[in-house]
């Protein structure tokens, strides 16, 4: 069964820092991009930052840019988001997903989600 | 990058169809057939429903299906049932340094 399991949420101050994981399993984790996704409460869903499989090419949200770096292991079938200079509007469920196979795109939909980790920041 | 525009709420009756709508631009929704569709309900993660336009995943309803003219695709659900309630969002990959846009979000309601 193929499984994303996030952690490293938790509450945080303003300007702090946090670094959440994602572990994958039962599937071949190297080859396929990852992303994370948040939702901050009652709220939509907001695409912040995607890897490719290889980890050579990254990306992220105009919101985070400069402040989260994303990153892989594929020994260890993991996937990092490092958040730096966090804000109140950080505030959200962070969702690890996985990619559909590369065809003609490695970025064309989410097929498989986990459960989401909790990030608050507040003083 | 903007987010795409869906209208904030559907509503029909049970075994009825219907369409949400999701509005972007030449960037994104017009400019690549990459758009997907992900079914939320409270409390849990999104589902995939929909890619490319008009792909399903396997396992999902072909009650689901998407289309897309110019810079706005849509998704329709057909028969609708209760379990259909829930939030629905399309996305589009851009091309461009932020890679992928998500919609404003609609939720659907079964009367």
């Known amino acids: 069964e193929i499984q994303l399991l996030e952690s490293g949420g938790g509450l945080v101050q303003p300007g702090g820092s946090l670094r959440l994981s994602c572990a994958a399993s039962g599937f071949t984790f190297s080859n396929y991009a990852m992303g994370w996704v948040r939702q901050a409460p009652g709220r939509g869903l907001d695409w912040v930052s995607s890897i490719r499989n290889s980890g050579a090419n990254t990306y992220y949200a105009d919101s985070v840019m400069g402040r989260f770096t994303i990153s892989r292991d594929n020994s260890k079938n993991t996937v990092s988001l490092l958040m730096n200079g966090l804000r109140a509007e950080d505030t959200a469920i962070y969702f690890c997903?996985?990619?559909?196979?590369?065809?003609?795109?490695?970025?064309?939909?989410?097929?498989?989600w986990g459960q989401g980790t909790l990030v608050t920041v507040s003083s | 990058q903007s987010a795409l525009t869906q209208p904030a709420s559907v509503s029909g009756s049970p075994g009825q169809s219907i369409t949400i709508s999701c509005t972007g631009t030449s960037r994104d929704v017009g400019g690549y057939d990459y758009v997907s569709w992900y079914q939320q309900h409270p409390g849990k993660a999104p589902k995939l429903i929909i890619y490319d336009v008009n792909s399903r995943p396997s396992g999902v309803s072909n009650r689901f299906s998407g289309s897309k003219s110019g810079n706005t695709a849509s998704l329709t659900i057909s028969g609708l049932q209760a379990e259909d309630e829930g939030d629905y969002y399309c996305?589009?990959?851009?091309?461009?340094?932020?890679?992928?846009?998500f919609g404003t979000g609609t939720k659907v309601t079964v009367l």
């Open positions: 996305t589009s990959f851009t091309g461009s340094r932020t890679l992928y846009v």
């Open positions: 997903a996985k990619y559909l196979e590369c065809s003609s795109n490695c970025y064309r939909a989410f097929d498989i």
